[in-house]
């Protein structure tokens, strides 16, 4: 079994990554996810497999990342804080790493209230940062997170974190993000850009402070369906901002679904060209991860790299 | 203070629907001051039952009682007369009341009145917040004296997630972000270099999650 993270060789080798977003059904079968990673598999170097997103029961992410491995493509396990306690992470990563799982995300998790089980108990026995740090400590020296030694085959995760520009404090998203990069982030995957502005500024902070070096910063990108969506995002989430403007040019678009398309891959070809410190992008096609090999190709990132 | 709330009057009625005599106890504690379980609320309480009991022709004999504390075992002893010939207690104090009452009184049937709710702090009048989590192990000398454990809906150490905009939690427009709170506050302080400290996971046995807690005082027992 390969012990390197495809992805970590890419991003390390300096060459620009391209990552995408497969989100499991509410169901136990796994047609749909195998559709979507065969479809995906020669246009990303890996695929996020979202943990049970917006706290709505899914198909296991873990899982889901074994199917993803069985069609020829890398998972990126998306690991949140919100489900387990240090000792249900620790089992399941393990247990990832033995089935071939090389990338993991670390994040919070959104709330439950947002999900089909809002009554339910929320964990949060360690944060997205303490998540990092012990994964990190778990790698290079060999230790449980409770200090116990780990005396052979301890897991060897290429460590991923998450980081929102569009969030609040806006100064302090900069500081919290190089706390990550301290506890062991080695990849970040940002929240979806939609206010081009406010990313630029961000990267401006990030490379003051050089964190670009020591980090590889992943831009995100959602296509969007509809104004309407837009629209939604815009007045119901909280985290994102989405500028006026590009809800009117959905409006006015004869065709909304190509014109979320192109404004997608013009917002990659401006990071790629313009935001430096950026190393890659990552696109979260939400339910709509048909249109990612269009988005790729369009984009001037096909073909994608080869790794030995 | 404990917070706590008053129960729906039906659902109160319900659990007393097969009494005929029942002994109301208030407490003079923390629930006099959060106006739920105080003599007034006793009173009125009992009253609002003996009227619905009337009109729907099955009266109730309901009697009063309001104790010093509900939570401290010699304050409950004045109920030992008043309980002999009720065929129910309902307490009007928290869930520590309510338990102390059915430990001395083994053959009553003693039910609860409020929902016991959290500490905390009164707002305005009649608005009251809660601001501690009792975790067993307070860090708000870390925090800038904000709670993050109980004011932030994740109890997140290392915080804002993701979720934080324009001061308010993602949870609802109506809840604070606790860590935008608490980033103002460490600002104005000029204590940022503080919040990028790693803050390691809790001990969560000092917490609920470690069984029923015990604090010992040694030097201020009696024998």
Same mark, same amino acid.
């Given at each position: 079994m390969?012990?390197l ?5 890419i ?8 990552? +995408?977003?497969?989100g499991?059904? &509410? ?7 195998r559709?979507?990673?065969e ?9 996020? =497999?979202?943990d049970?997103?917006?706290a ?17 493509i /890398? ?7 919100r489900?387990?306690n ?6 399941d990563l393990?247990? +990832? ?5 090389r990338?993991v995300?670390?994040?919070s998790?959104d ?6 089980h809002p %009554? ?5 026995d ?7 740090y ?7 020296e060999?230790?449980?997170f409770?200090g116990?030694?780990i ?5 060897? !995760?290429?460590?991923?974190?998450v980081a929102?520009? !569009? ?11 190089e706390?990550?990069?301290e506890?062991? +982030?080695? !990849? ?5 850009i ?20 020591r ?5 995100g ?6 104004w309407?969506?837009a629209?939604? =995002?815009?007045?119901n ?8 403007e590009?809800?009117e040019?959905?409006k006015? +678009? ?8 192109d404004i ?8 790629? /060209?313009?935001v &430096?410190?950026v190393?890659?992008?990552h696109?979260m ?6 249109? #990612?090999p269009e ?6 990132l096909y073909?994608?790299p080869?790794?030995? | 203070?404990?917070?706590a709330?008053?129960k729906? #009057? ?16 208030? @407490? ?5 001051v959060c106006?739920a379980?105080?003599e007034?609320e006793?009173?009125?309480?009992a009253?609002?039952?003996?009227? &619905?009991r009337n009109?729907? $022709? $099955?009266?109730?004999?309901? %009697?009063?009682f %309001? ?10 002893v ?17 869930? #520590?009341g309510v338990q102390y009452?059915a430990?001395r009184?083994?053959? &009553? ?6 929902d016991?709710?959290? =500490? ?17 192990d307070? =860090?708000?000398?870390?925090t800038g ?6 004011r932030?809906?994740?109890?997140i150490?290392?915080?804002? @997630?993701g979720?934080?905009q324009y ?6 427009k109506?809840?604070? @972000?606790?860590w ?8 104005a302080?000029?204590?940022?270099d503080?919040l990028?400290? !790693? ?6 046995s ?10 010992i005082?040694?030097d201020?027992?009696i024998?």
């Open positions: 390969k012990n993270s495809k992805l970590q060789q991003l390390d080798s300096g060459q620009f990554a391209v990552t +995408a977003e497969i499991p059904p &509410k169901h136990s079968s796994a047609e749909g996810i559709h979507h990673a479809m995906m598999r020669d246009y990303v170097d890996a695929t996020n =497999i979202t049970n997103q917006t709505i029961v899914r198909l296991s992410s873990i899982a889901a990342g074994v199917h993803v491995l069985n069609c020829g /890398e998972p990126i396990v998306q690991m949140t804080c489900d387990r240090r000792i249900a992470m620790q089992s393990m247990g +990832a790493y033995s089935l071939g799982m990338n995300l670390c994040l998790g709330h439950q209230k947002f999900g089909n %009554t339910s108990k929320n964990v949060y360690i944060d997205s940062m303490q998540l990092i012990y994964l990190r400590r778990m790698r290079d060999k230790l449980f409770s116990e030694e005396k052979e085959h301890e897991p060897r !995760f290429f460590i991923g974190a929102n520009p !569009f969030a609040d404090p806006f100064e302090f998203r900069v500081d919290r993000l706390k990550k990069v506890a062991g +982030a080695q !990849f970040i995957q940002t929240q979806c939609f206010d081009m502005e406010r990313f630029e500024r961000f990267m401006e902070m990030v490379r003051e402070r050089g964190i670009d070096e980090v590889h910063i992943l831009a990108v959602t296509p969007m369906k509809s309407r969506a629209k939604y =995002i815009q007045n989430v909280s985290g994102m901002i989405v500028p006026d590009l809800v040019r959905l006015n +678009a004869e065709d909304p679904k190509r014109e979320g398309v997608c891959i013009e917002q990659i070809k401006y990071i790629k /060209e313009n &430096k410190g190393h890659g992008v696109v096609a939400i339910a709509w991860e048909e249109v #990612v988005i790729v190709e369009r984009s001037g073909p994608r080869k790794v030995g | 203070m404990i917070v709330q008053q729906p #009057v039906e659902d109160i009625a319900q659990m007393i629907a097969d009494c005929k005599k029942v002994l109301f106890v208030g @407490c003079a504690g923390c629930v006099t106006l379980g105080g007034k006793t009173e009125v309480l009253s609002a039952m003996r009227i &619905k009109l729907e $022709n $099955n009266p109730l004999e309901a %009697t009063t %309001t104790c010093t504390r509900q939570c401290d075992p010699e304050y409950i004045p109920l030992d007369n008043l309980v002999k010939d009720v065929d129910a207690i309902v307490s009007l104090a928290c869930g #520590v009452l430990e009184f083994k053959d &009553k049937w003693v039910v609860p009145a409020l016991t709710k959290f =500490i905390g702090g009164s707002v305005t009048h009649g608005n009251w917040e809660e601001k501690c989590g009792l975790c067993g307070c =860090i708000l000398h870390r004296g904000i709670c993050p454990i109980i932030c809906s994740k109890s150490l290392n915080g804002p @997630c979720g934080s001061g308010k939690c993602e949870v609802s109506d809840v604070d @972000c606790a935008q709170l608490i980033y103002d506050r460490m600002k302080l000029g204590k940022l503080k990028m400290e !790693f803050q390691p996971p809790k001990d969560w000092k917490s609920r999650d470690g069984g029923p807690r015990k604090a005082r040694e201020v027992m024998d």
